[in-house]
């Protein structure tokens, strides 16, 4: 069996830059060593060489643009996230939505750079209009419940199992994660009971005075 995804995003949280982001780095590493799950980190767009190059974890961008090399200022372009050494990109967060003709062209730029593309979708409808670009994961995160401490597998499952049918129905290919509030093994025994491959998290391990020990917990259970 494939194991489960544990995707880390770092965000733009103090706790999650420089030194900081490198602990939560190693700690991903020893602690996807030790069980076996993967364990991905989304650092700012800065880290991601550094961390490709030092840690034996894949490493995600948090944001890219639809755009091809030319005369684009201030955008990150897919290839150059490639060329750092990126395994795969979140696309559309909920802190950093884009237009749907984006998601299309982001999801096609990553396919085309064989970079893993994991949209991220507020609700089931907008999962299942994200499954239909053939993205590898989609990512239904409740925005209400980001950062709150309130995890959506315990205040939400429904909304879960919901995607988990919309995007099954639209391509079965396509994997689910879920996020929000992600905080615990047992968050992740529900989700990952519930029919996703995984989850996406950011407050509990950044914020974390041990990120490790949370780490640990986050994968006891699977
Ligand atoms: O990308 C992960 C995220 O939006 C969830 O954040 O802090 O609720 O785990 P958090």
């Known amino acids: 069996m494939v194991s489960p995804l544990i995707l880390v995003n770092l965000k733009t949280y103090h ?27 989304a650092p700012v767009f800065t880290e991601i060489r550094p961390m490709s190059q030092h840690y ?7 944001h890219i643009d639809a755009i091809t090399p030319g005369a684009h200022t201030g955008h990150i372009l897919p290839e150059e996230v490639r060329a750092a050494g990126a395994h795969g990109t979140l696309i559309n967060h909920s802190e950093r939505r884009l237009t749907l003709a984006d998601i299309d062209a982001c999801v096609q730029a ?11 979708t507020n609700n089931d409808s907008t999962s299942a209009a994200a499954a239909a670009l053939r993205p590898d994961y989609v990512a239904i995160e409740p925005p209400e419940l ?5 995890s959506v597998s315990k205040a939400d499952p429904g909304i879960i199992e919901r995607s988990v049918n919309a995007v099954r129905a639209v391509n079965p290919d396509v994997r689910v994660l879920t996020g929000a509030g992600i ?19 950011a407050s509990s391990v950044v ?4 990120p490790e020990a949370v780490l640990r917990d986050l994968v006891s259970l699977i």
């Open 15 to 41: 706790e999650g830059m420089g030194q900081n982001a490198h602990r939560i780095a190693a700690a991903a590493e020893t602690v996807g060593r030790e069980s076996g799950v993967v364990i991905g980190i």
């Open 56 to 62: 034996a974890i894949p490493v995600y961008a948090q």
């Open 110 to 120: 990553s396919r085309r750079l064989r970079l893993e593309s994991v949209v991220c």
């Open 183 to 201: 905080q615990s093994g047992e968050c992740v025994k529900i989700a990952v009971d519930l029919g996703t491959s995984g989850v996406l998290l």
């Open 207 to 210: 914020k974390a005075d041990d």
């Open 146 to 150: 980001i950062g709150s401490g309130v």
